[in-house]
């Protein structure tokens, strides 16, 4: 069974950096050679929306245009954590944030993945 564990959210001021981590296990051969892992996001009274996703065996990635240029995806040489950096962090980025995985080819869309973290809160406040 699949399980993703997202940690280092936080309440931080306009302009700081976090770093999210989301620690897999569970993963199958499959995951490895073709799968999928990413992050969406929650913002109070707003849909769900992906902030960018990393091809679990290349490390091939795609971001957001929202967070294009402040936030980068990573993985550890494990393939089993995934970390997003969020750096110039706005007001904006207020959310809650989740780390999704799938065996599928990598997809900005929230019906791709099948594996859900329970999130980690995100506040940027002055």
């Known amino acids: 069974q699949v399980h993703l564990l997202e940690s280092g959210g936080g309440s931080v001021r306009p302009g700081e950096s976090l770093r999210l981590s989301c620690a897999a296990s569970?993963?199958?051969?499959?995951?490895?050679?073709?799968?999928?892992m990413a992050w969406f996001r929650q913002a109070p009274g707003r849909e769900r929306e992906p902030v960018a996703y990393i091809y679990i065996y290349s490390g091939n990635d795609r971001l957001a245009d929202s967070v294009r240029g402040r936030f980068t995806i990573s993985q550890d040489s494990t393939l089993n954590t995934v970390f997003l950096q969020m750096n110039r962090l706005k007001p904006e980025d207020t959310a809650m944030y989740y780390c999704?995985?799938?065996?599928?080819?990598?997809?900005?869309?929230?019906?791709?993945?099948?594996?859900w973290g329970q999130g980690t809160q995100v506040i940027v406040s002055s």
């Open positions: 569970g993963f199958t051969d499959e995951f490895y050679n073709s799968g999928c």
């Open positions: 999704a995985a799938t065996k599928q080819s990598c997809r900005l869309r929230e019906d791709r993945f099948d594996h």
